[in-house]
């Protein structure tokens, strides 16, 4: 599964969808693979365009799968991704640990 580390955004919703936009969509489209995308936890305002960039991303990727993963830490995040690598069905989420919202 290739990653994308992007918990790098903005704060502002509009402003991380651009940014994403332009340092990660052209990767994420090439990808041959499977994706999962890395995000930082956001608050509620992050939610609709993450959801929107991801399903996309799954549509135009099929049969590969893209999902997003928001975790705190490291820790967090590889268990989702441990999750991600067992479960083959799984695609277009934005998959969310409990207690990661901002």
Do not use: C, Y
């Amino acid at each position: 599964m290739k990653l994308i580390d992007a918990r790098d955004l903005p704060g502002a919703p509009l402003d991380a969808a651009i940014e994403f936009a332009r340092a990660h969509m052209a990767e994420a489209r090439e990808a041959d693979t499977d994706l999962a995308v890395l995000l930082s936890p956001a608050d509620h305002t992050h939610a609709s365009w993450r959801k929107a960039v991801i399903e996309e991303l799954a549509r135009e990727a099929a049969p590969r799968r893209v999902n997003a993963v928001v975790a705190p830490d490291e820790t967090a995040a590889n268990e989702v991704l441990d999750f991600l690598a067992r479960a083959p069905g799984v695609t277009g989420q934005v998959l969310e640990v409990a207690g990661a919202a901002a």
